[in-house]
Nanobody
Framework: LVQLVDSVVGSVQTGGSLRLSCAAS????????VVWFRHAPLKVREVVAG???????HYADSVKGRFTISQDIAKNTVYLQMDSLKPEDTAMYYC????????????????WGQGTQVTVSS
């Protein structure tokens, strides 16, 4: 069993920065990949960024150059540094972990954090 805990964040103004963290506990050695998703009202849930334990990284085009995903394996934590935030980044952010083959398909993920709201005001 793996548990994921998303950090609690709040709101920021356009151009500001926030850092999300996703701390895993339990059978963490079984995790192969962690992805951050976001879901805004009236929009489809989308991939933000993902990182595998081997270090392979993926970013959505909408966040490339602004967001940075990283991991501290010793702390079992994945971070999402978000810079140059825009109002369109406002959403509920979730981290998710998959035990099998690295994927970006939400239905393939085994464990999810509780989510954290990010609000960017103009």
């Amino acid at each position: 069993l793996v548990q994921l805990v998303d950090s609690v964040v709040g709101s920021v103004q356009t151009g500001g920065s926030l850092r999300l963290s996703c701390a895993a506990s339990g059978y963490t050695s079984s995790i192969n990949c962690v992805v951050w998703f976001r879901h805004a009202p009236l929009k489809v849930r989308e991939v933000v960024a993902g990182i595998s334990t081997a270090g392979t990284i993926h970013y959505a085009d909408s966040v490339k150059g602004r967001f940075t995903i990283s991991q501290d394996i010793a702390k079992n934590t994945v971070y999402l540094q978000m810079d140059s935030l825009k109002p369109e980044d406002t959403a509920m952010y979730y981290c998710a972990a998959v035990l099998g083959i690295a994927t970006l398909v939400p239905e393939d993920f085994n464990y999810w954090g509780q989510g954290t709201q990010v609000t960017v005001s103009s």
